[in-house]
């Protein structure tokens, strides 16, 4: 019988992953703990659990609280995760640097004599310089809305220089090699937003003309979208990219080690990553005009016992009028300046399955809003077995017409296709195997 105790400490703490991610490493019972400040030390006085994760505001405090810590720590500053040793005495580690550090490695990113631009100056910076650091970056310039021009450089180390830069020096920072978002700034529910624009960056040092390879490396320590809008222009760019999935499973695997004693294979990261990518992503179904994209959606949300969204009858239930009545009094603009006003807050959502109308890719501005937290499906279906009442641009153009159109967006936006063919169920079956199968 397991009698260990595991958790996370905070306050004030709202909903949070690690319990899922703990079950899915094996460090369990994991409790989320929300404990008032006055009653931080007292708890961990007691010393009843034997590893406990340390989240917002109590990082810095905890640090205070432990019998002995990690160098990582200590050069941190703040302690995420508190063991208790056989000896009962208290070890504080940051697994928030374990965390960076995998996220790096990810993309197999060469760090050493690099300039890197981190924006933020919080919390969350402070695992990623110690990093950078160790990793050998030559310089780091720190981004924070709160300073102006150029902040005297400070040496850290011997080697690598660190200095505090105001926005309205950004320009002298484009020859950067790597650039790591730390800010809340493109965090759901204020997504898709970014904090700057890579476009400058990317183009400086370029090995070509339009190469556009002026960074090695984005990274964003935000999750949730799990596509942030800083990642999405890194892809439009080609730089290769990582969001903050895989920085938070790697820090809970540092912490699970620690907690047990044990050491766990990095392949756990991918696995639960994946894992975690299909519960948090939306299913997004495209497809023509009457290709069964609210029929399957309704049975995929079904079976995955998620919210379902019919992008058609949410357009309809905000205008308070019918799809063709919109047509005919606002026009075809009309209809998809209302469908992309749904769609920007749709798109937002974890965990759902969204029908989308027909036409929702033939406005460009559409792709990111869905594509920041969403698997995009293509529905296929015979055009012959296409309806078209009710469906004024079917009617008007014709289904063959209007397939020709619109092929090359719909084999541009899709992430994966599923033909609708059969019975509702196997469909439905398909679209979720077809997301599960997804990296």
């Known amino acids: ?55 917002i505001p109590y990082k810095v405090a905890a640090l205070s609280l432990v019998d002995d810590a990690s160098e990582a720590a200590r050069a941190i500053g703040c302690v995420n995760t508190v063991v208790k040793r056989p000896d009962g005495t208290l070890f504080g580690h940051n697994t928030d640097y374990d965390g960076f550090a995998y996220l790096i490695d990810s993309l197999g990113a060469d760090i050493d004599g690099r300039t ?42 011997g080697t690598c220089e660190v200095c505090v830069w105001g926005y309205d020096a950004l320009a002298d920072a484009y020859a950067a090699d790597l650039v790591v978002q730390t800010t809340p700034v493109g965090m759901y529910p204020a997504c898709p ?16 003309p339009g190469a556009k390879d002026g960074l090695i490396a984005v990274l964003d320590v935000v999750y949730n979208p799990a596509n942030t809008g800083i990642l999405m222009q890194a892809e439009r760019l080609g730089i290769p990219h990582a969001g903050g999935l895989g920085m938070l499973v790697a820090q809970a695997k540092a912490a699970s ?23 948090m992503r939306s299913i997004a179904l495209i497809g023509m005009p009457g290709s069964g994209k609210a029929a399957i959606g309704g049975i995929v949300a079904q079976m995955l016992g998620r919210p379902f969204v019919d992008m058609d009858a949410e357009v309809v239930r905000e205008a308070g009028k019918s799809i063709p009545q919109i047509f005919a009094e606002e026009g075809e603009e009309g209809f998809r300046a209302r469908e992309h006003e749904a769609l920007v807050r749709i798109g937002r959502m974890s965990g759902a399955v969204i029908a989308c109308g027909g036409g929702v890719v033939t406005r460009p501005e559409n792709y990111e809003p869905l594509h920041q937290n969403s698997c995009i499906v293509r529905l296929l279906r015979d055009l012959d077995e296409l309806p078209t009442d009710g469906r004024p641009l079917s009617q008007s153009k014709g289904v063959a017409m209007l397939a020709q159109e619109r092929e090359h967006l719909y084999r541009a936006w899709g992430d994966t296709v599923v033909e609708n063919k059969g019975d509702v169920e196997t469909v439905a079956k398909n679209v979720i195997a077809a997301c599960r199968n997804l990296r």
């Open 1 to 55: 019988m397991n009698d260990r105790k595991f958790g996370l400490v905070g306050h004030p703490l709202g909903h949070s992953y690690s319990p899922r991610i703990h079950e899915l490493l094996g460090s369990t019972p994991y409790d989320l703990i929300d404990i008032a400040e006055d009653e931080l030390e007292p708890f961990f006085a007691r010393r009843a659990f034997d590893g406990v994760n340390v989240t």
């Open 116 to 157: 890197a631009a981190v924006f933020g100056n919080g919390g969350a910076t402070r695992a990623v310089l110690a990093v950078l650091r160790d990793k050998g970056a030559a310089r780091i310039i720190v981004f924070d809305r709160k300073a102006e021009g150029k902040g005297e450089p400070e040496r850290h180390g």
């Open 193 to 208: 937003a970014s904090v700057c624009d890579l476009e400058p960056f990317a183009a400086c040092g370029e090995s070509g």
């Open 257 to 279: 080690e620690l907690f047990r004693g044990i050491a766990l294979d990095d392949a756990e990261i991918e696995r639960i990553v994946h894992e975690l990518s299909f519960d």
